[in-house]
């Protein structure tokens, strides 16, 4: 069993996200929507400091990413 996701801030899992292939759609209020070509998910990325566990591992598994992946990026 991997490690577990690390917490981040909303900024930072924009940046994680787009470097596996998602792309900033539009931005409305303090919400980064992604996209990726073929997936049925819209991410929305709160700009929060920090991130909650449980919205995390949401936005990770929508991203069809495990925990490894994503603290890799």
Known sequence: MGEPIR??????AVRKFS??????SR???S???LVKQGYQWT??????????P???KKLVRQA????DEFNAL
């Open 31 to 33: 919400h980064v929507m």
């Open 7 to 12: 917490l981040c801030s909303g900024a930072e």
């Open 54 to 56: 449980g919205l995390l």
């Open 19 to 24: 470097k596996a292939g998602w792309a900033v």
């Open 64 to 67: 069809e990413l495990d925990a």
């Open 43 to 52: 991410l929305s990325v709160p700009q929060h400091k920090k991130l909650g």
């Open 27 to 29: 931005s409305k209020g």
